[in-house]
């Protein structure tokens, strides 16, 4: 088991317990320990407040006083800790309208989602269990802390997070856990589209993605969530894991009747463009009929994402989106025309558009980007060669304005 993270981590607890406080490992980190997966980062639980925390450590950071938590940066690491707490009612599916600071961890687990997060480890790695959350790991099930419809009525986020969670264990959902989630699935409406997507990226690139995604499709959830409910996914199949963005192309090319923009679900400009750009490579593929057009469309797409594309086939054949031509691309004739292109991209052009300007003695205007673009092609089908004075001689041959 991996230990290292929690042993760094132990002079914290330490430090907590010896100014008479309760301190422990939960959440997460304790579900991955006792599952002897890799642990990423770890949460820590006291029974002291954000005012004894930071009395207690020299170097404190409030990222979320108000919620009882406060980062303690120890050896250049940063720890969240957490005060034990007990929450108020939930007005808006989404937060509590009130948090109180406890004493008692099993006041604080007892408001946690599920029974797999809702276990605490000391520093001598004694398990404290209140849930029976070591039971439900072994036997592979996801089940609420607690009443279910209770726990989702609180926040609908954590119907999804369970649903996530699923396709990253391959945990089996348990019966009035699904029950609960399918009487307050439509609170997800509630939800930030930001909130959810954070999920939704990480339920689809998840190893047990199939039965979270059937899922997902039998709880009606895409009708409840922004820009997804203009989409027919009983269209739509995923049987494999797949990146958000390609995802989402594969989508519009498959319905491109739906008229939803990508401003909808909030998403970086960079996602935005990546979206966009597999949904022009994916609809390019089948008009690649020569090894021109090879060239074109590895140099245009670049080949990490033309590999991307052709490791998500079945995704693609399923949906009906395109059937692949494997004769022509390839792995293989992907790398193998990558590695044979002159140039990468237009930054490696000998020339630039003033030195087209000054050579023909003309005003810029509409031509000089299309003549670019035949400039590129040319170079990248080996019809002249990369050098300044050379392209300057094709383009005075080529060109008329």
Known sequence: MNKSIFEAAQPILNNLIKHDY????????VRDYLMHKEIHDIDITTSATPDEIEAIFDKTIPIGREHGTINVVYKHEQYEITTFRAEGEYDDHRRPNAVYFVRDLYEDVKR????????AMDTHYRILDYFNGQQD????????VGDAAERFNEDA????RGLRFQAQLGFMLEESTYLG?????????HLSIERIIVELKKLFT?????????????????????YFNQFDFTKFQVNLPVDFTLLIAALKVQQPMVEASLSMLKISNQEKKAITKYEQLIQTIPN???????????????KVDIINVLNHSELLHDNQIIDLQPLIVNRDTINETYAQLPITSRKQIAINGNDILTSLNQP????????????????????????????????KTHVKI
């Open 157 to 160: 986020l954590r119907i999804i």
């Open 112 to 119: 946690r989602d599920f029974t797999m997060n809702a276990i």
């Open 364 to 395: 810029g205007g509409a031509w000089l980007k299309p003549l670019l673009r035949d400039i590129e092609c040319a170079i990248i089908r080996g019809e002249i060669n990369n050098q300044k004075n050379e392209i300057l001689e094709w383009v």
């Open 288 to 302: 690649i009929s020569s090894k021109n057009d090879l060239k074109y469309f590895v140099y245009d797409y670049g």
């Open 137 to 144: 790991i072994e036997n592979k099930i996801i089940r609420t």
């Open 206 to 226: 998840g190893k047990y993605i199939t039965q979270s995604y059937n899922n997902l499709k039998s709880l009606n959830a895409f009708n409840y969530i922004t």
């Open 181 to 189: 989630m399918k009487s307050h699935i439509a609170s997800i409406e």
């Open 22 to 29: 309760q301190a422990y490992f939960v959440g997460g980190s």
